[in-house]
């Protein structure tokens, strides 16, 4: 299984350019890819949570959502999702209910994630479906893309200085 995950280590690079234009709109950047058996992208999108005003604007869920519309079914059994940031628990449910086959993740997160940390969703007795998880694919540009946009987010609330 180690070929598949390395396969496609581009598509993380695609999701965290969608991250990057994520945070470029003042949203935490976190990006997500939908990509078929056949490797091609059905879908594409960063955070959209204050832009949408939409408290479900998350990355994997408006690619989820577009891939879905996309192929016109509720359920992408044979689609892999590939995600910058460990999702949360809203997101692993929807994850779940999407059927998707494998799910790629960036960096950990040890306060809202729900993959490895948390509830740890795909564990539990009323998850229905859980798919491969493989986590920490290039979590150095995914971490380092998410503490610059919260450095800068503490700069501009304190007035140019960082306290962290």
Request: a neutral charge; proline letters at 6%; charged letters at 20%.
């Amino acid at each position: 299984m180690a070929g598949a995950m390395f396969r496609g280590t581009g598509f993380m690079t695609q999701a965290l350019s969608q991250a990057a234009e994520a945070a470029n709109r003042g949203e935490v950047p976190v990006g997500a890819i939908v990509v078929d058996g056949n490797g091609q992208v059905l879908a594409a999108a960063g955070n959209g949570t204050r832009t949408l005003n939409d408290p479900a604007g998350h990355a994997e869920i408006l690619a989820l959502r577009a891939a879905c519309a996309r192929r016109g079914q509720p359920q992408l059994p044979d689609c892999d999702l590939w995600v910058t940031l460990e999702p949360c628990a809203m997101c692993a449910a929807a994850i779940s209910h999407a059927r998707i086959r494998r799910l790629y993740f960036g960096a950990y997160d040890p306060k809202g994630g729900a993959v490895d940390h948390g509830p740890r969703w795909f564990t539990q007795p009323t998850c229905h479906h859980v798919p491969e998880i493989y986590g920490g694919i290039d979590e150095v540009s995914a971490g380092a893309l998410l503490r610059r946009f919260f450095a800068a987010l503490r700069r501009d609330v304190t007035g140019g200085t960082d306290p962290a």
